[in-house]
Nanobody, 114 residues
Framework: QVQLVESGGGLVQAGGSLRLSCAAS????????WGWYRQAPGKQRDLVAT??????NYADSVKGRFTISRDNTKNTLYLQMNSLKPEDTAVYYC?????????WGQGTQVTVSS
């Protein structure tokens, strides 16, 4: 199993930036895909970005503005969010998937004011 703890959310004005972090512990070596998802009030949880050993993938709505990355020495996943828009407001969740299954973090709130 893998434990995930997100941090870095907060309130920011439109056009601003935030960097989310996800600290991982447990069976980290078994993880094949890391990802960030988000869920706005009254909406389903949607993919934001994923990263594997060989590739990254982004939702069309965040391409060119968000960057997903990993620091293997710190067992931490990041999401750099630039040029934030009010529609980016949501709870952001870290996700890890491997042969064992999948795990979610508890989420961190991002609020973008206009």
């Amino acid at each position: 199993q893998v434990q995930l703890v997100e941090s870095g959310g907060g309130l920011v004005q439109a056009g601003g930036s935030l960097r989310l972090s996800c600290a991982a512990s447990g069976s980290i070596r078994s993880i094949l895909t890391w990802g960030w998802y988000r869920q706005a009030p009254g909406k389903q949880r949607d993919l934001v970005a994923t990263i594997t050993r060989s590739s990254t993938n982004y939702a069309d709505s965040v391409k060119g503005r968000f960057t997903i990355s990993r620091d293997n020495t710190k067992n931490t996943l990041y999401l750099q969010m630039n040029s934030l828009k009010p529609e980016d407001t949501a709870v952001y969740y870290c996700h890890a998937r491997g042969p064992y299954g999948a795990n979610w973090g508890q989420g961190t709130q991002v609020t973008v004011s206009s």
